[in-house]
Nanobody
C-alpha cells in the first residue's frame, strides 16, 4: 500500500492550499481516507476524514470550523483536502491516512492502518 501526498507548500494567512493523496495497493472505495497533522513536539492530530463506502460521509476536527473541505475521487483513487482561510497555526506536516476500521473517523492516530509520508504546510502571518 502506498499513499502519496502532494500539494504542501507556503501560503499566506487567509490564503488557501489543496492537498492531494493518491492511494495504490488497496481497495480505495472500501477504506476511510483522511488527514492528520503534526508539529514538532506534539502528537499527531486529526484533521478530516471521508468514509468512501458510507456515501461520502465526512468528519472534521473542531478547529477546522468550516475552513477545510475533504473530498474523494474513486476513479482516481485520490482524496483531497481543500484548505481555505489558512491561519499560521495551521502550519504543520500533514499526513494522509487510510483506515479500514473506525480509528481514522474517530480521530485515533494509533489505530490507523496506513500512512503516507508527510507534506509540509507553512502559513505565514
Amino acid at each position: 500500500v502506498q499513499l502519496q501526498a502532494y500539494g504542501g507548500g507556503l501560503a499566506q494567512a487567509g490564503g488557501f492550499l489543496r492537498l492531494s493523496c493518491a492511494a495504490s495497493g488497496l481497495s480505495f472505495m472500501y477504506y476511510d481516507m483522511g488527514w492528520f497533522r503534526q508539529t514538532p513536539g506534539k502528537e499527531r492530530e486529526f484533521v478530516a476524514a471521508i468514509r468512501q463506502s458510507g456515501g461520502g460521509s465526512t468528519f472534521y476536527a473542531d478547529f477546522v470550523q468550516g475552513r477545510f473541505i475533504i473530498s474523494g475521487d474513486n476513479a482516481k483513487n485520490t482524496v483531497y483536502l481543500q484548505m481555505n482561510s489558512l491561519k499560521p497555526e495551521d502550519t504543520a506536516v500533514y499526513y494522509c491516512a487510510a483506515d479500514y476500521g473506525y480509528d481514522l473517523t474517530s480521530g485515533r492516530a494509533n489505530g490507523v492502518n496506513y500512512w503516507g509520508k508527510g507534506t509540509l504546510v507553512t502559513v505565514s502571518s
